[in-house]
């Protein structure tokens, strides 16, 4: 597949890095550009982008003659919340400056991140649906649903092609936590294999919906490389894999590393937390796209603890 050219926003963060590699095997080294606000100086095929810069972001489109774009690029859970300015104005205006150059451009296709953020204290906690009410009390799911309106109003009106899925919390061995409230479950593993001991910032008993990487990856591309007609959603589809709370995690890491242990400090996260769901309902997604994942908590910690490296171990 050689008739694509895509640029990937944010793609030296916890997705994009590992989502460039996967679309260049499909889709060929050249034809994936990767951009960040942050050089990467081992990418060849790399361009700095500040993506609230919409100017530049038109120029790179146009110079690569792009013809899909992956949005990864915003400010997470934890960190909104200690910047909402901050937070509102990358995810925000990141979002709308993708979407402005998608219709100037006539870019085949746009995927855009959303989470389980979007949904609060009032939406179904278990097996919440894909269609409920959503009331986020969290900065970052404020703007991600907001995002998901904006997919919405552009895919109806703008005659354009904005996908989405909601991400539930993302765990890979190949980079640290980026300041989520889930992620505490990728802390967990680089503390066992280094120290075999952690501290959680959420209570013991907090279940949330997971999913590891290889998964989350496969069911981005698949989504996006799905026939238009078979998808029903216009904002953004539930995603789902697995749910386990920090005390089952220890459990499974203790399987491999009997002597890891784990104590709880709860901070302001434990409140986020406490507003999301406890597990996510994705049989439209299975319906419309085949989605299924392939990993669960013990299959995902022997694959984790196999492959982190800590250096000076």
Not at 232 to 240: A, P, Q
Request: proline share 4%.
């Amino acid at each position: 597949m050689t008739s694509e050219t895509i640029l990937v926003t944010g793609a030296n963060g916890q997705i994009g890095s590992e989502l460039v590699l996967a679309l260049r095997k499909n889709y060929g080294e050249d034809n994936v550009i990767a951009s960040d606000i942050r050089e990467n100086d081992t990418d060849s095929r790399f361009e700095i982008l500040d993506i609230t810069d919409g100017n530049k972001l038109h120029e790179i489109i146009q110079k690569n003659k792009v013809t899909q774009i992956y949005h990864l690029a915003a400010l997470l859970s934890g960190t909104s919340e200690k910047n909402p300015a901050l937070a509102w104005k990358i995810n925000m205006e990141g979002l709308f400056n993708v979407l402005e150059n998608t219709v100037q451009h006539n870019i085949s296709k746009v995927f855009f991140p959303s989470s389980i953020a979007v949904f609060g204290p009032n939406s179904p906690k278990i097996n919440t649906p894909q269609f409920c009410n959503t009331d986020p009390t969290s900065i970052y799911g404020i703007s991600k649903l907001a995002g998901e309106g904006w997919a919405r109003y552009y895919n109806l009106k703008k005659n354009t092609d904005i996908r989405s899925v909601r991400y539930p919390g993302l765990i890979s061995y190949k980079t640290k936590a980026g300041g989520g409230t889930t992620d505490y479950a990728v802390d967990i593993y680089f503390e066992a294999k280094e120290n075999k001991k952690y501290t959680c910032f959420l209570e013991e008993n907090t279940y949330l919906p997971m999913m590891y990487m290889p998964d989350a990856i496969r069911g981005t591309i698949d989504l996006m490389e799905a026939s238009k007609n078979t998808l029903t959603v216009k904002d953004s589809y539930n995603l789902s894999a697995m749910s386990f709370s920090p005390k089952e995690v220890c459990a499974s890491i203790q399987k491999i590393i009997p002597d890891f242990s784990i104590d709880y400090q709860p901070d302001f996260r434990q409140a986020i937390a406490n507003s999301w769901p406890q597990s996510i309902d994705a049989s439209v997604a299975s319906a419309d796209w085949n989605w299924k994942p392939q990993f669960d908590l013990d299959k995902m910690t022997e694959d984790m603890l196999k492959n982190i490296v800590i250096e000076n171990v």
